[in-house]
T-cell receptor
Framework: QQQVKQSPQSLIVQKGGISIINCAYE??????FPWYQQFPGKGPALLIA?????SEKKEGRFTISFNKSAKQFSLHIMDSQPGDSATYFC????????????FGGGTRVLVKP | DGGITQSPKYLFRKEGQNVTLSCEQN?????MYWYRQDPGQGLRLIYY???????QKGDIAEGYSVSREKKESFPLTVTSAQKNPTAFYLC???????????FGPGTRLLVL
């Protein structure tokens, strides 16, 4: 099974708050887990990514937490800003099998000022 | 200016017509990908190519065709066999055997 399940579908957070988005996968061959940010009418842009040999990766206000045994990973956006309002996608791929990304359904985040 | 360009930005297809979406990259990337995005949904892989003159089907290849005659170009043809072509089409590229895929700005295809 190649599915990646993402939740919630949407969330509203106050400026300065924390946004948390969760993803779960089934294919144990997946070994690369990126998060993409997409603004309306634009292509997705890579935000942050993790390999399964680490449990957490932080870049600025964005942190990925990874739980290999549970086959789950999450994105935390700290100190959320109105400019963070966008749709966020988790994805997963098996690099040895051609790096074909399997995407979650997306989470629309709205940060209220 | 390095990057991925897609054209046109909007494309209208008539019933029974084949249309071709352009994707060009000047990043010297080996691998190129085509994804389809439906409203409120994630991206799904249509075709991908790891090397010139070679490409493989993705999860939803039916009704689509591609070619990879040049390293920098990976055009996608939406054929008349694709009965529900209305979507946002995204092209991506990456260095071979490297993880990061970079996306173009997309082409929105609408049916008249």
């Amino acid at each position: 099974q190649q599915q990646v399940k993402q939740s919630p579908q949407s969330l509203i957070v106050q400026k300065g708050g924390i946004s948390i988005i969760n993803c779960a996968y089934e294919n144990t061959a997946f070994d690369y887990f990126p998060w993409y940010q997409q603004f309306p009418g634009k292509g997705p842009a890579l935000l942050i990514a993790i390999r399964p040999d680490v449990s957490e990766k932080k870049e600025g206000r964005f942190t990925i937490s990874f739980n290999k045994s549970a086959k789950q990973f999450s994105l935390h956006i700290m100190d959320s800003q109105p400019g963070d309002s966008a749709t966020y996608f988790c994805a997963a791929s098996d690099l040895a099998a051609g790096n074909k990304l399997t995407f979650g359904g997306g989470t629309r985040v709205l940060v209220k000022p | 200016d390095g990057g991925i360009t897609q054209s046109p930005k909007y494309l209208f297809r008539k019933e029974g017509q084949n249309v071709t979406l352009s994707c060009e990259q000047n990043l010297n990337h080996d691998a190129m990908y085509w994804y389809r995005q439906d409203p409120g949904q994630g991206l799904r892989l249509i075709y991908y190519s790891q090397i010139v003159n070679d490409f493989q089907k993705g999860d939803i290849a039916e009704g689509y065709s591609v070619s990879r005659e040049k390293k920098e170009s990976f055009p996608l043809t939406v054929t008349s066999a694709q009965k529900n072509p209305t979507a946002f089409y995204l092209c991506a590229s990456s260095i071979k055997y490297r993880e990061t895929q970079y996306f173009g700005p997309g082409t929105r295809l609408l049916v008249l």
